[in-house]
C-alpha cells in the first residue's frame, strides 16, 4: 500500500470517526505530506470542505511551483468543485482510491493533461459503500443525485 | 445596479478593507441573499476562499433544490475552482461583475448549461485593476499567471 494513499484513508476513517463522510485527502509534495484532509460537510455545516479542498486549505498559501510539482491522493475520485481546485492550482497528478461508488470529473482532468491513477482500493470502497448504505440521505444531500 | 451585484461589490470592498484580495459574490434564493462572501487568501491565509467560495460556504448547507433555483453573483469571472463548485451544486445562472482583468471558465460553465451574465461593471473593474497594479506578487502568487 502507498503510504500517501493510506495517510488519506486515514483522513477519512477519522472524518467517519468524527460523525462524518468518509473520504481523506492528503496533498504531496517532495515526499512530504504538505496537507491532509478530511470531509467536513456534516462536522462543520460546511458545503467547501471535502476532502481535497480540506488538504488544499490545511496545506496552506504555497507559490504556484509547488503545486506544480505535487501529487493529491483522494480516497475517492473528485468531484467537479474539487477537479476545479486541481485545475487552478495546475496540480499534475492525482491518485485517487476509487471510482466505483461516485464517479467524479476524471475526463475533464485528463482533458486538462492531469494524469490519474485509480487504484480501486478495496478499503476505500469499502468505506463509501458502508457509509452510503447507511446514511443515503446525508450523501444524496446536497447534489440530488 | 442590480442591488445583488452591489452586494457582491460590497463585498469586494470590505475584502479590500481587510487588507485582501477585492472579489465578491452572494448566493441568492427566491430573491433573498443565502451567503455572501469574499476572497480570504491573505486574511486567512486561504487557499480555497475565493468570493464564490466563502459565499456558498456563509450560505451554510442546504438541499440539492435550493442550489437548483439559485442565481450566484460574483464581482469577478470564476476561476476553475470556483467553476467546479458551481457545477458541483447544479447552480443555474452566474452573474458576472466583469471578465477584463481576469476570464474564468466561462466556456466550461456555458457548455454544461450555465446561463451566464457579464455585465462589465466599472467599479469591479477598477477595484481589480487598482489591485493588481499595487499588488502584482500577490495576484500572480498562486497560479503564476
Partial sequence: MDV?????????RLGLAEGGI???SVLVHDGKILGAGH?????????????????LEQA????????RESTLYTTLSP????????????????VIGENQTFM???ELLQSRGVKLQVVQD??????????IQRNPDLWFEDIGE
Avoid: W
Avoid at 4 to 12: K, M, T
Fill in 79 to 94: 468531484c467537479s468543485m474539487c477537479t476545479g481546485a486541481i485545475l487552478l492550482y495546475g496540480i499534475p497528478k492525482v
Fill in 60 to 67: 496552506g498559501r504555497h507559490p504556484a511551483s509547488v503545486y
Fill in 122 to 131: 478495496k478499503t476505500c470502497i469499502a468505506l463509501m459503500e458502508e457509509f
Fill in 22 to 24: 468518509p473520504i481523506g
Fill in 4 to 12: 500517501f494513499l493510506e495517510a488519506a484513508i486515514e483522513q477519512a
Fill in 104 to 106: 467524479g470529473e476524471e
Fill in 39 to 55: 470531509n467536513r460537510r456534516v462536522q462543520q455545516g460546511s458545503a467547501i470542505l471535502h476532502g481535497e479542498m480540506d488538504a
